[in-house]
């Protein structure tokens, strides 16, 4: 199969050529960058070296990739749906890792991202990548879009509820997040020096992950559900921690019992919650590297709550991992091909 | 002014001793240790070679630090309220760093710590010290409780909150803490292998703080108030961040009069609200080492709520720093004396 | 294959269980741990949860091992000598990664482990398993001793030089290592407060590991080097980096042939030296979780030395990996089975 | 004492500030930044928020700096020489933090930084100033130029083996170093997920600190020393480890007297060499924050060299701390006047 990236100069594009490198059915084609045409792949990505010894492709000869089978685009939002139609049209499969064609609503798009949608009939062609939810839509598609990171934890983590209508009221969600997360650039608050250490809210209130989890539990619950979703840094580069505060309660052996139904068959998940040992609760230290999603819960008592704990790796599960396994669902291939390896423990 | 410590080889003993001897009206009297007795002080806490020459003493001579002026026990909870009343009797003032004299009600302390209390009369007897709030108290009080690190955080985010009655639903309070907070113990799942880049709930559900969080903002407020605190660790040794998730909205500007009101002329509260710059929002980056809080928010305005973000360093304003602000107040020295040092930047 | 492993339950053996699910000829038979006899190996392996689901067999069963085709022992120095001559004896291959059988004089090992070595007669028949220098040696053998990690780095550092006669004179080798290099042991200098942060000198002169660098340069030159070695933890979980100071000088373009020659066919050596760019020099950072090692040099032109840097993961290519290497050679696989696989960047 | 301060908007001017608010007998009272006039200081160093409330002045204003009492130069090197001399020239006292009056020799200045030297004539007008080694000279100077991090913990390592003439061969120096000594500049290779974890031989040959070294040891000794320095990158924002590697060997207690006779008296330098206990060798953990620097030295007795380890904090000792040091002599207050605090611990 023939793979091209576009946009791989930063960690989402590295990430995707770690993985795809391994897939036994994927033949990496070309790879495009604005700023880095030319380049050996590993002057970018120096890790990849002795690995993957191609050159970064100009934009301008965007069309060599049409005879790809399939095009992962690593743009930012704004740029993608500018460059998504020509690709459409060569009739290449596409997979797109920003966040222009998540939301249906044009509308939202508009509220949360602040631009025009340039191409707003494109929303309803692409389906929102989650395997463990959607298999059969992705399964037939030709257009996916990729969730965001902390959408993808906090979804998987409330998805059970929703699609059983326990839940109506509204759902805190905090997120612990890595520097990788936010991508390569380069800004003061992100040297070494000013961040190691920190614990941040960088987006205390209404992140821009907040309307695909609202839309897509409102699609699988059939009524509205509100998300105060609050983001903050930690002192690590990979890995997600997600908090969810819900107006549930049941007792543990039910709730076990959603997870254990919803996710049960699904290789990717799994469900986390041990009395004893040194693996209680998710924690992304236990699947670094890997495309897990760890999820668990704990009860509040007293107040009648329930906690959910979601972790995964924001570079794999959270993007170049669950993508490619969209991928192979595309492609017919098994869901878990060139994706089922064990994280690196301890790092 | 004789100071001497119980328990003084843990990190809030270690902390104490580098703050006291930086203080310029205290001299250290004893420091008592029941593992350690007959060794220098600076074989346990190496960093205070050269800055602190003095043996630890026996459990057994504990009555020699009667004559001190005031005595701080940071023994843990359980062990505490069996060598207070000692104390008391000897006429000493006393600050307890355990959790055996926060609470007022003898019932929630057997509830959250499965301990019956052997000395519930004194629990009247013992302020609790968060000088912001109770200065006069504390003023004139003789025995003072220092809150939990998680508490102080939290308390100092909603008493605005509390006081003027402008809460009354359950809060959600996600609290992320650095590993000194519990404290030196040796276990498996904290060697620096096993912790290093871990994001970890060790209590997702009704940590212990809980209770006298609610028990203070029932004071302030009148009112019952529910908490559902949740307590994650992260990649840090200092430092806590405690995100309040608040049922309430109204204009920034009022908001941020409630906190101007209550801490403008606190020196040690920092409100930190900045739309530029590398300091947005409350980080213990910006403050380690230091007996500052710093308290901000952002509101959700879609969903009507407030979010309160506070930070501190747990083993200073979360601790022994907190500790000493009371000692000063209990002593009619300058609330400031010995504290007022800026933090250690970067780090 | 079958494929056992003794001593199962600490790093090494944690990192040969990830890279074995991962190797398609390789069937993971019986692992045997003395202290988790009978528990899951996700209860002492987390990370392993839902990859692997075998159970800790009892070293008093240690014969049900003898009909695999290879056993990696991972049982510290010390406990592999009384265990391996059962194995031995059994005909199975044997992988030992403990230094009992890494040295070929029992007077070096005397000296330096401070212990009686019960099997001297053994230690002529284990290989020293570097496969960029032993390749025909291991292709051939049924005993191989894996090299300690800051060893193997040392020594394929250094081996271009040896091999050339090009030094005669003490080298200093300045190691920094990460934590999990010192295995997983619990005491309170391990704990995440009191080694995070810390730059700690752990052995400053004569670590464990000089004799068999020494014992290896002199198989290769011919002549006696001495070797003056300091080790330093660093706060790092994975990763060495080698500094060795070398009192020969050159040009570059010679020093860079004899690294091209020695090991421009090899898979897993890595040659850094670049004048621009992100990555100029070795460093672990960039081969994080692979079983590369990466080498590269600078000149002090005033002194007229070479000084070489050269970085590993220490559980990749400092164990488990090149364990695993040696493994595909000794049964005449292609030696990169299973291991060609790519850094994860950034982590 | 009325002080003011060129070039305070880096790490170096962020920790003389830091340090001077906490000096009883100073009074800040300019602060200039190039790129900073009319900010606050808290908006470049957020940390001093209710510490200090000043503005940055404009370069073009430094002539109101002039009635200070001393002027700490933290400008980059290069630029202090074209500044100096008019302060110089108002009669103000100087302590200059770069590069540009360390060495004597205009020649070594134009070697390792390729610059001209403007103003050649002054640099034998400068002190350098290490208060342990020319506790007089300083004490009587106008000018004084504080060594770099590397180079202080370097000379203070060696300087007892130098004065008594015990080394004449090459030394090596392998340097471990926190992210803050190379400042608050902004490049890719800087920010936190290209650097976390990183091991990185920035400098493996021919560090500019070499020649300072080198100058001073041969003023010390009265023979030509030459070093091999090599400087290394670690995990840390804060804190140096050096290595040292000395052809020199003699018993521990003969070593350990030189140590005693040199530094017995020094406030700051303490010697650590412990065989038991978590506080075995010089370690920067144990002293961040602080003014001290630690040494410590351990033999390689097979080899018979002795190799040195010493540590302290870069922006203290290594800068800020062992500037106002100096200061301190200058103006005839006790040496340790404001620095005598402990470090923090655990951070």
């Known amino acids: 199969m023939k793979v091209s990236i576009i946009g791989a100069s930063g960690y989402t594009g590295g990430e995707l050529l770690r993985l795809l490198v391994q897939h036994p059915e994927v033949e990496i084609k070309y790879i495009f960058s604005r700023k880095n045409e030319g380049k ?3 002057e970018i990505h120096p890790f990849l070296k002795n690995i993957l010894n191609i050159k970064f492709a100009s934009f ?3 069309e060599s990739a049409f005879n790809s089978d ?3 685009s690593c743009v930012p939002h704004g740029v993608s749906m500018n460059i998504i139609p020509s690709l459409i049209e060569s009739g290449v499969k596409i997979i797109d890792l920003s966040a222009d064609f998540r939301l249906k609503s044009v509308e939202e798009y508009k509220a949360w991202y602040n631009i025009d949608h340039k191409n707003p009939e494109l929303l309803n ?6 395997p463990e939810i959607n298999k059969e839509k992705i399964s037939s598609a030709s257009l996916v879009s990729n969730p965001g990171c902390i ?3 906090s979804i998987l983590a409330l998805y059970p509820f929703a699609k059983r ?22 800004k003061l608050s992100s040297i070494f020096s000013e961040r190691f250490g920190s614990i941040r809210a960088y987006k205390a209130a209404m992140h821009r992950h907040t309307p695909e989890i609202e839309e897509q539990l409102r699609m699988y619950s059939g009524v509205n559900l509100n998300v105060s979703l609050s983001a903050h840094s930690v002192n690590n580069v990979r890995g997600i921690l997600v908090t969810s505060y819900v107006n549930y309660y049941d007792d543990v052996s039910n709730i076990w019992s959603y997870f254990r139904e919803d996710y049960g068959s699904e290789k990717f998940v ?7 040992g040194i693996y209680k609760l998710p924690d992304p230290k236990f699947l670094i590297g890997s495309n897990f999603v760890d999820i668990g819960f704990e009860l509040d008592n007293r107040n009648k709550k329930t906690i959910i704990i979601s972790a995964l790796d924001n570079l794999v599960k959270g993007a170049a991992g669950n993508a490619i396994q969209c991928m192979n669902l595309m492609f017919g291939l098994k869901e878990t091909e060139g994706l089922l390896f064990p994280p690196i423990y301890p790092v």
């Open 151 to 153: 959408a993808i934890a």
């Open 165 to 186: 209508r326990k839940i109506s009221d509204l759902i805190f969600i905090d997120a612990k997040v890595g520097s990788s997360g936010s991508g390569r650039s380069i």
């Open 125 to 130: 062609e692409f389906i929102y990548g989650i």
């Open 40 to 42: 050996y792949v590993h």
């Open 270 to 276: 799994r469900i986390i919650r041990n009395p004893r």
């Open 70 to 72: 399939i095009i992962f």
């Open 60 to 62: 301008n000869n965007i």
